[in-house]
Nanobody, 135 residues
Framework: VQLVESGGGLVQAGGSLRLSCAVS????????IGWFRQAPGKEREGVSC????????YYTDSVKGRFTISADNAKNTVYLQMNSLKPEDTAVYYC?????????????????????????????WGQGTQVTVSS
């Protein structure tokens, strides 16, 4: 699976951005696609994910009500609409994918996947896209 993130940029607090994750190399199986972020000096954390079979979603508490994840299965692209952005949302945002059959609980999967070291699991992550929110 190949993942390419785009859409990051510099925005003022309260502004919006829409990130895109283009996914290729998928089989006919259903997948869970997740967005993660890593701020300088902090560990990578899960932000949101979506299940392709039924559109079920998960959000970490800090983004609920502000971020919306969606998927265009025909384009193999997952979006993250980010509204009411805060300086603490500043981070490099990454997407990652997993076969749905291997994911039991969305939130738990995000915690485990966030710990995947890119050096050890390079195929698990895209190159990331920088989001900077100024105050």
């Amino acid at each position: 699976v190949q993942l390419v993130e785009s859409g990051g940029g510099l925005v003022q607090a309260g502004g919006s951005l829409r990130l895109s994750c283009a996914v290729s190399g998928l089989t006919s199986e259903d997948y869970v696609i997740g967005w993660f972020r890593q701020a300088p000096g902090k560990e990578r954390e899960g932000v949101s994910c979506i299940r392709s079979s039924d559109g079920r979603t998960y959000y970490t508490d800090s983004v609920k009500g502000r971020f919306t994840i969606s998927a265009d299965n025909a384009k193999n692209t997952v979006y993250l609409q980010m509204n009411s952005l805060k300086p603490e949302d500043t981070a490099v945002y990454y997407c990652s994918a997993e076969r749905e059959s291997l994911v039991v609980v969305l939130g738990s999967w995000m915690v485990v996947r966030a710990r995947y070291d890119p050096a050890r699991y390079p195929g698990a992550w895209g190159q990331g896209t920088q989001v900077t929110v100024s105050s």
